[in-house]
């Protein structure tokens, strides 16, 4: 009966460790996406300037 409930337990630690793993991985490509955007806006907006300062 103990041994069931230390299994028990160390699944359930195990799951919350992946759900961490996952959701910080997850935020982390969020970021890397935003960063993107941003360089491609700013791109764009160079670009946008170039033909008039020509």
Known sequence: MTSLLVL???????AFFI???YNSLTKARILVKEA????????QQ???VIPNMV
Do not use: H
Not at 8 to 14: E, S
Not at 36 to 43: N, P, R, V
């Open 46 to 48: 160079r670009n946008d």
């Open 8 to 14: 028990g337990g160390i699944l359930i630690l195990a």
């Open 36 to 43: 993107w955007s941003g360089i491609g806006s700013y791109l």
């Open 19 to 21: 759900i961490s793993v």
